[in-house]
Structures are given as C-alpha cells and as structure tokens.
C-alpha cells in the first residue's frame, strides 16, 4: 500500500498550478476567453448543481464503503464506527 | 523521489520562459479600435458615430450573473449622464442573441445594445474578464478599463465620468 | 445491536457549505428542503434536511443547515447483525439531529471560508470545524483550493458509561481547470487521518473452535480496531457539454489507507435539459473494494489476531448504483422575492455483492458455508429549492 503516488501528484499539481499562476512566468495565455464560457456558466454544467443532494448521497456512499474524500466536497468524518 | 525529480524537470522544461507573442495591448491614451455592430434598433451603429461624446462600452452576456447585476446601475447611470455628453453602449458577446433578447424584454435599458456574434469586437477590446467596461474620451482614446464587476464599481465609473466631462 | 454510526454526513455537510463556495463569485442566495429515505438491508432511515444561504452585503455569505436522521433497524438477535425484517429480529429507533454553520468571505479572486458543524445521537456525539481559501486564477479558468477539517468525537454506549474520545484530521486540495469552452476538469486530493477510539461497541466479530458456541455453531467476541487510520484518496472528474444541450459526466477515485483498504470508484452520469423546464439526470456508479488487513467473515478461534473486524465496511465487495432524476424549475410571478424555484425527484438503486460476508443470521449452515450476503437498497429524495 503506497500512499506516495497521491501525494506526489497533489505536489506536481500544486506547482503546476502555482506556475501559470503567475503571470511573468507563463508563457500560455488563457485559451477559453471569458465571453467564451456561456457552456461552462450553464447550470447543468456545474459539478454539484444541488449541494443538499449531493451531499446526502455522499454520505449515504459513505457509510457503507471504507473509501473516503475527494469527492469534491471538504470536509471530514469517518462514517466507518 | 526519483518519480517527483522527474516530474518537476518536466514541468520547468514545458514552462521554461517563452516570450510570449506580442499582442497590441490596449492601453489608456490609445485610440480606440472602431467597429460597427447591429444594434436592438435594428440598425448597425459604428463607434465613429459616437465621435465627440464620451462612450462606455459595457461587454456583456445573460449567462453572467454579475453583468446581469451591473445592468439595473448602468441604466440608472445612463438616465443621469446621456444628457451631458455621454453615451452608454452595451455589447452583448453571446454567438446567439436569443437568450439575450429573451432576458432584456425582460429588463430593458434605455442605451443601445450591439450584438457582436462572431466575438470580433470582444478580441479587439481584449475582453479578459466579464463584464468588461472600456471608457473612452471625446476624442475617441481609451482611457480607463474595468475588468469583471464588483459592487461599487459604479462608482468608479461615476468618478471617472466626471473627470472626463471637465475635461 | 448493530448500528451505523456515520458521520459522514458531516463530511459532505462540510463540503456542502464549504465547497460550494467559487472563488470570484460568492453562491446563489437559496433555501432547500430534501426529504430523503433510504430502505435497505435491515433498515429504514428517513428525515428533512435543511439548508439555508443567504449574502449579507455584497462579501459576506452565511450558510446554516439542520438535518434529521430517523433510523428504524432490524437486528438479528442471536448474531447481532443487521438484518430484513425477520422473525426473531428485534426492532429499534433511533435518531440522529445534526447543525451546521458556515461563512464565506469574497476578497477579489480569493474566497476564505469557515464552518463548524455538531450532531448528536443518543450514544455519539460529533464536533466538526472546518475551514479552507479558494482562489481563482488564469484568467479565471483555474481555481485551487486547500482545506483542513478537524473533528471531536465523542463513542458511548448503551447502558454505559463509555465516553471514548475519536480525534479526526482531513487535509484537502482541489483544482478545477476550464479545459476547453465545452469541458471542464476538477480534481480532488484528500488525507484522512483518525486516532482514539474507532471500533463499533455492539458489533460482534465470530468464530469457531469455542467451548459454547450458539445454535448455529459459532461464538461471538467484541471487535478489535486498530487505534489509527491515515487513508489517502485521490480524484479526476471530467464534465462535457454536448451541442444539443445535455452534460456528459464521468468521475474516478483512488482510495488506499492503512487498514489495507483499496478502493476504486467509477461514475458516469447524463443531464438532458428537455421541454422548457424539465431537466433529467442519471448516472450509473460501480464501487469495489478490498477487505481491511484484520477483516475475516469467520475468524478460526478466539482472540485470532491482534485486531479483529467483521464490518461489512471493511469486506471485500462490488457495488452498483443506478440513479434517474427528474427535476421541474418555476419562475413564480407574483412573488417578487423568490427568482426561481425547483422541484425534484432521485432515485438510485444500490446493489453491493460481498465476496467475503456471509449471511450469519441465517440457521441450518455450517458456519462459513452460508450464503455471501447481497444488499439492495432503495434512494429516494425529494427536494424543493428556492431561489431568492
């Protein structure tokens, strides 16, 4: 059991991340323009488009499985006792 | 370790320092790029039209909550300044003006609107951020850039406006 | 009896305040009433859930929620195991209350928000406080987020004086990147860490080679956990605009902890808006996972290891969960406060097969020849939200 593959990707992506970031440093300019994402603002395209329900059926998963986090929402608990 | 060295001279090979391509950026002191769009009224209205007065052009889409939020102020705006020498244009950047239409029968305003369907204007006013206000003077310069919206801005744009008249 | 304590309700609780927070726009002002139940495997839980969102000025958005859990169970009375309504099983209720509440401060592109949730049953008590910042950056097309969510456990048990203490620390960072004007990306990293007292009190690992062994052929002893569990998870979720108007959505999660535990979790969902204001979803999600290190449906004598577990949880198992979602959104006239309102409908039927849980409760079997347990579940939620 490696728990060093996760972390290692959250690194890499963090730099990657921290590098476009900063404007003197990346050489890419944003490549969707703002007047562009009338499909990204649509409702249905949101990644939890009603968070009462997501939610709850997040914890129903949950409390059933020994597999917990990272499912886009923050927050802790076990559900496992 | 050997797999987060790797990684990390990847990333700094694919972010090594690049010149960006130039692109002529829009400056304040510059002169406005022209363009001519159909407008609501159903005829195509031209920035050389508007020559002498000074102009806001507010970028917009009914997809965005905050231009949806800023349109009501600009209204108001528009009502208080048209009379002394200034001329509010909405740009609406939506490829189709449906929802658009839908949304100002709605909420109608009182300044002409231009629809900019192939998003020609938006990439020649530089549009990063939505909604985008550009200021421009009598003489047609841009001389102030708002980019996105947030409360309070108005008066900024208030400020500014004022600033432009005494001139 | 068998119960399930779950607080990962407070998990999503927490991301559902917290995470709905978008660095650069604070979240729609809203009201939403869900009425939830779940049927399955020897049990019926139902109750409303509450949650509340509303600005103050134009930087500051607080968030409170209330949710009710009503359980009624079946046990099995001679193995203790949660079972369909059976003869010679015994029936209780219980109820679990959970409050919450969150801000989220808008400063330019970065959002700071905070939170603290508490939920009470009769024999647990949980404290949650979370906290994380968001940003926007890139022209907008990237937002990275970091959180941290501490917990305060507290393990009873009926008709004791036990009071055990469960110490809970999560660590999370997100990404969400505009890939192309039709697809987006987000990925999730999470670190779980837990420490105190982890186990169940009523539920019973069993095995053989016993002095008194029950009608059916076994002894039961306490579960034994072990004091620690640190669990890593990470996830990619891609989401595709289709040219007619419809969401394409498909998810996976890595899962790997201490216990020995990996699990793997795929999603595909669809969102077809149809007429003017009907909008359809379902999705299909398959789960597997193998049992923990100390897991075994049937251990060969007492006190066979060091830990012991017999959980369900923890087994080895596949699941399925099929889901439809209707929803129906309305633009109230004469109400000027309310924008929009929706009402909806899920639900998701949930299937786990087991590959190492037998069906102890079941007579006539030679322990650790029963059949390998399957639960089937029923999710229904129905909800009304508020725009205002």
Known sequence: MNHRPVKIAAAVLLAAAGVMALPACSPIQPWVKPYEREHLADPIMSFSRDPVSTSYIDHVYESREGSRGATGTVGGGCGCN | MKFLSRCVLLLSVAVAPVLATSVDQLRAGAPAPQFQLNSNSGKPLSLADLKGRIVLVNFWASWCGPCRKEMPLLEQLNRQYHSKGVTLVGVNVEPDSAAASDWLKATPVSFPILFDVDSKVSKLYQVEGMPNTVILDRKGNVRYIHRGYSPGAENEYLDQIRALIRE | ?388
């Not at chain 3, 609780?13 to 660095?23: P, S």
């Not at chain 3, 969150?102 to 979370?130: C, H």
């Not at chain 3, 507290?154 to 990404?175: F, H, S």
């Not at chain 3, 998701?348 to 190492?356: A, G």
């Open chain 3, 1 to 388: 009896m068998h119960r399930r304590r779950n607080y990962s309700r407070l998990v999503a609780l927490a991301g559902l305040l917290l995470g709905c927070a978008h660095a650069g726009v604070l979240p729609d002002d809203r009201v939403d009433y869900l009425y939830h139940h779940y049927t399955g495997d020897g049990m019926d839980i139902q109750g409303p859930s509450i949650l509340v969102r509303k600005k103050i000025g134009d930087h500051v958005s607080l968030s409170g929620s209330y949710f009710v859990d009503n359980i009624t169970g079946h046990v099995d009375t001679i193995s203790g195991a949660s079972v369909d309504a059976v003869s010679g099983a015994s029936t209780y209720h219980e109820e679990r209350k959970q409050e919450s509440i969150g801000v989220d401060i808008l400063q330019g592109k970065t959002t700071y928000s905070a939170g603290y949730i508490a939920s009470n049953e009769p024999d647990y008590r949980a404290r949650t406080a979370f906290a994380s910042v968001s940003e926007d950056m890139f022209g907008d097309l990237t937002t990275i987020s970091f959180g941290f969510t501490r917990g305060w456990d507290k393990v009873g048990e009926r008709g004791t004086t036990r009071n055990d203490p469960l110490d809970r620390r999560n660590w999370q960072l997100g990404l969400s990147q505009v890939l192309t004007r039709n697809m987006l990306l987000g990925l999730n990293f999470e670190t779980s860490e837990s420490e105190g007292f982890l186990s169940n009190p009523y539920r019973l690992v069993r095995y053989l080679d016993c002095s008194s062994p029950n009608s059916r052929g076994y002894c039961t002893q306490a579960e034994q956990y072990p004091h620690t569990r640190t669990g890593n998870a990470g996830s990619g979720q891609l989401k595709y605009y289709l040219s007619w108007h419809a969401a394409l959505d498909g998810n996976y999660r890595y899962y790997s902890d201490t216990w020995g535990i990996v699990g793997h979790t795929f999603e595909l969902g669809y969102t077809q808006p149809v007429f003017r204001s009907w909008t359809l979803d379902t999705h299909a999600r398959f789960y597997r996972q193998n049992h923990a290190n100390f897991y075994a449906d049937l251990f060969p004598y007492q006190d066979a290891q060091n830990f012991l577990a017999r959980d369900r949880e923890l087994a080895t198992f596949k699941s399925l969960t099929l889901g439809l979602g209707a929803s129906w959104e309305f633009h109230p006239t004469r109400l000027s406060w309310l924008q929009k309102g929706t009402v909806n409908f899920h639900w998701d039927r949930m299937r786990i097969k087991y590959d190492d849980y037998r069906e102890d409760w079941l007579d006539g079997f030679t322990p650790g020849t029963e059949p390998l347990y399957t639960l089937n579940a029923n999710i229904l939620q129905f909800f009304i939200s508020g725009w205002f």
